[in-house]
């Protein structure tokens, strides 16, 4: 549990996309490596592993190419201060919000905090559609194949098997 009174550390996952050039142009793969540093010097948490970087079609298509990948933090945020610190590190990153799935310059996702199981309000945690994305699931399995999904009982391997193929391609 991450959210009581008295926080605990937990394992945090933050998944990191991107397939806009950065502020200053840069790419986007340069985007998420500053990104990770970002969450490198956030009080409370410390960056444990940052999984292999990988590319990935947009959806939906049409669009440039995701960098995508996930860092393994542990730490005792509050979720919301978590989700803030991740939205101010995504507006340094050049974020503009706009509709979603909407190309973007940093795209930085809860996508679990320990085993907390959050509804309401943002951030809803585990992430709502994670465990249905490829992008997501083969980084994260990548660092933690047996992290298990708080609501679905089921392994970050076993989750990953299940997915349909997709254009993935590790970098």
Not at 90 to 112: C, K, M, Q
Request: net charge neutral.
């Amino acid at each position: 549990m991450c959210q009581s009174a008295d926080l605990q550390l937990c394992d945090i996952y933050i998944a990191i996309g991107a397939n806009l050039p950065g502020p200053q142009g840069q790419t986007a793969i340069f985007t998420c490596k500053a990104a990770v540093e970002a969450l490198r010097s956030l009080n409370g948490l410390q960056l444990m592993a940052v999984s292999p970087w990988y590319e990935t079609a947009p959806i939906p298509p049409g669009g440039p190419s995701y960098i995508n990948g996930v860092a393994w933090l542990v730490g005792s945020l509050e979720p919301s201060a978590l989700l803030a610190a991740l939205q101010r590190i995504e507006n340094l990153g050049g974020r503009a919000r706009s509709v979603a799935n909407a190309p973007r310059t940093l795209d930085l996702d809860i996508i679990a905090m320990g085993q907390t199981i959050r509804h309401a309000p943002d951030p809803i945690l585990p992430h709502p559609r994670a465990h249905l994305r490829r992008f997501v699931m083969q980084p994260l399995c990548d660092l933690r194949p047996d992290w298990v999904h708080p609501l679905l009982g089921k392994s970050a391997a076993v989750v990953l098997a299940e997915l349909p193929e997709q254009g993935i391609r590790r970098l």
